[in-house]
């Protein structure tokens, strides 16, 4: 069956704008997870949503970043007035109930 | 503080090796999952091998296996007969029972022909 996808795959912006990252989940996965890798580090949580709320937001850096979710659906990320320090990839993942995560192939964000 | 560590930022290893990553963990909690994760560099972490801690089998898939030792928070990954495909960046991680995965800093891998 289909993994997670993500989009767009790369994606350059110009400093202050706002960017938009997308998550598609696997089908029937109840739990969706949003995490940062800046080069050459480890993965950082940001988000996690059951169903469509969001339990746990406590890795979000600043309130420029927010994330919405459909339902056990898509998901999307949210970055406003983007910084230089936000470029990383961004990397989503999805999990039934059995607690393994199921990742993305991540959307590389670059700030110029 | 619930972490993880791997000490180890890169190693090497002839193709048909074994080889053994090492990680360890900091936790106060009982009930908990532990992973390792392969990410080559297509950057798509794709996981490798997970273990419940009340298990006290050690889990294997294939060629790879862990050596958990719960008393010693320990979680190493050994990996059989190694392939040139293994080559990849390989991150230990655990979910603690709060749902988000927290993980190392991740250990280079690379299988020299």
């Known amino acids: 069956g289909a993994g997670v996808s993500q989009s767009p795959s790369n994606k350059v912006t110009e400093k202050g704008k706002d960017v938009e990252l997308r998550c598609d989940p696997i089908?029937?996965?109840?739990?969706l997870y949003w995490y940062r890798q800046r080069l050459g580090q480890g993965l950082e949580f940001l988000i996690y949503?059951?169903?469509?709320?969001?339990?746990?937001k406590s890795g979000l850096p600043s309130d420029r970043f927010s994330a919405e979710r459909t339902g056990e659906s898509v998901s999307t990320l949210t970055i406003q007035r983007t910084q230089q320090e936000d470029s990383a990839v961004y990397l989503c993942a999805s999990s039934p109930w059995e607690a393994s995560q199921y990742f993305g192939p991540g959307t590389r964000l670059t700030v110029t | 503080a619930q972490t993880v560590t791997q000490s180890q930022p890169e190693m090497s290893v002839q193709e048909a090796e074994t080889v053994t990553l090492s990680c360890t963990y900091d936790?106060?909690?009982?009930?908990?999952?532990l992973f390792w994760y392969k990410q080559p560099p297509s950057r798509q972490m794709i996981l490798v091998i997970r273990?419940?801690?009340?298990?006290?089998q050690n889990a294997t898939e294939n060629r790879f296996s862990v050596n958990f030792q719960k008393a010693a928070k320990s979680f190493s990954l050994k990996i059989s007969d190694s392939q040139l495909g293994d080559t990849a960046m390989y991150f230990c991680a655990a979910n603690f029972g709060n749902e988000k995965l927290t993980f190392g800093t991740g250990t280079r891998l690379t299988i020299i022909p």
């Open positions: 273990q419940e801690a009340y298990k006290q």
């Open positions: 936790t106060s909690e009982n009930n908990y999952y």
């Open positions: 949503f059951q169903g469509n709320s969001a339990p746990d």
């Open positions: 089908s029937g996965h109840t739990a």
